[in-house]
């Protein structure tokens, strides 16, 4: 639904079947109407065969390519975006979409990210966000190195998440335009990404396991953007406290 409502990525088909509540079902026929999107009613079961799974809540639509944003007209858009969330080599879907969702509700402004060794936007990833990747440009770059230095030439600080960096997060500046650099889950910061970075920040943990979840600092760190730059109020429901 969120992506029928973003109107950004246009579905090839819509399927809907009984399971889909009555008033989500109107919303469905009105949105693939507008859109002049192909619209199927089927029943549970043939949904479940076409999804190869039990759990698609009645709902289900074919999709072509994702459409990934150019780096350059990102770029050059007024106002330019000015936190920048930098991924290198995620591979896990799940992990992927989870940062993307946080990165839409705290502040982040467009998520690169490469093609070697990194999840794209599948089906999973979608789930994971809760639709969150229809919110904010995903640029897909050739390489993560030579796009962080286009983000340098524009004036954006590449920061990189490191365990073994002297600075917290909390201690740097982040309202500045910055890019947050997030490294591969098991083997962090590939040394030509990590070169392209000209601060390192961690954040402040225990020492019983080491480290965290990708997803998880890179909500952590989305969430010091935040803070540092005042982007909530109470009337958001939220504290900067």
Known sequence: MATLRAGLWTPLEVAVA????DDLRADVRRLTSLQQIPLMEVTDSELSRRCRAEDHQGLAARMPEFPYANLDEVLSRSPAPTAWLVLDR????FNFGAIVRSAV???IDAV???????????????RSSAGA?????????????????????????AIAASEKAASTVDAVDLIRPVALVIGNEAEGLSPAVLDCCQERVRIPIGNRVGSLNAAVAAGILCYELVRQRGKWSK????SLT
């Open 18 to 21: 009984p399971r889909c509540p």
């Open 90 to 93: 995620i591979q896990d879907s």
């Open 105 to 107: 509700e705290l502040g």
């Open 112 to 126: 690169l990210i490469g093609t070697a060794g990194q999840a794209g936007v599948n089906s999973q990833v979608v």
């Open 133 to 157: 990747v229809n919110y904010l440009p995903i640029v897909r770059a050739r390489s993560v190195p030579e796009a962080l230095q286009l983000l340098r030439d524009a004036g954006v600080l």
């Open 235 to 238: 009337s958001d429901g939220a």
